[in-house]
């Protein structure tokens, strides 16, 4: 079936000690996007692509980049995580325009010691 | 100031009984969309149903139907018969139409179905 795949589903990385995560798609959607959930809240918003374009929310730390070498694979940079980091972290896809909704991955639930 | 709003973090409804889990939004943007997501305990965010701004009908999807008031920007989800099931998160969230590659969530609500 064509999905969203989040790898791995759990990380466990040291203060300090970069990680990345990674998401792909098999759908074809030209949009991906990575969000930061903590216990109970709703997802925040990270960074987005549209194709190629790259766009970062405001309030992202500079802590967090991202790459999406093509379509299908897109990936999340933390660079020196802290304790604060510590998240289930979301990946999802869609097209552009109103009535498409967004497909999400399983998730990858970070951890930080 | 928030875009959607999502009043009742938390409800429990008994079993069987239907259910309106509130949300409204603020938008200028006469084209937008928006949709409802569950999200279980075991995290997976799933899509219920898609309501657009110009659409003439109420959305209905299953057991899952949105009570959309455009006047007083209200997209309420309404689940009838409900099950032990569909206790979960529920997040409202928004597409405008200027950037309509971005999605905006609501702060959800916790959906508690009772035996």
């Known amino acids: 079936d064509a999905m969203v795949i989040q790898n791995p589903r759990y990380q466990v990385t040291q203060f300090g000690k970069p990680v990345t995560l990674s998401c792909s798609q098999t759908l074809n959607h030209n949009v991906m996007y990575w969000y930061q959930q903590k216990s109970s809240q709703a997802p925040k918003l990270l960074f987005h692509y549209y194709d190629k374009d790259f766009n970062n929310e405001a309030d992202t730390p500079d802590n967090f980049q991202s790459r999406r070498p093509n379509t299908s694979f897109c990936f999340l940079d933390i660079r020196s995580p802290g304790l604060g980091d510590a998240a289930m972290y979301l990946c999802a896809t869609s097209r552009a325009g109103l009535s498409y909704e967004q497909y999400f991955g399983p998730g990858t639930r970070l951890t930080v010691t | 100031a928030q875009k959607i709003t999502q009043t009742q973090p938390g409800m429990f409804v008994q079993e069987k009984e239907a259910v309106t889990l509130d949300c409204t939004y603020d938008t200028s943007d006469p084209s937008y969309g928006l949709f409802w997501y569950k999200q279980p305990s075991s995290g997976e965010m799933i899509f219920l149903i898609y309501?657009?701004?110009?659409?003439?009908q109420n959305a209905t999807e299953g057991r899952y139907s949105l009570n959309f008031q455009k006047a007083r920007k209200s997209a309420n989800l309404v689940i009838s018969a409900s099950q032990l099931g569909d206790s979960a998160m529920y997040f409202c969230a928004m597409r405008e139409g200027d950037r309509d590659d971005k999605i905006i969530f609501g702060k959800g609500t916790r959906l508690h179905i009772l035996p």
């Open positions: 309501q657009g701004s110009y659409d003439q």
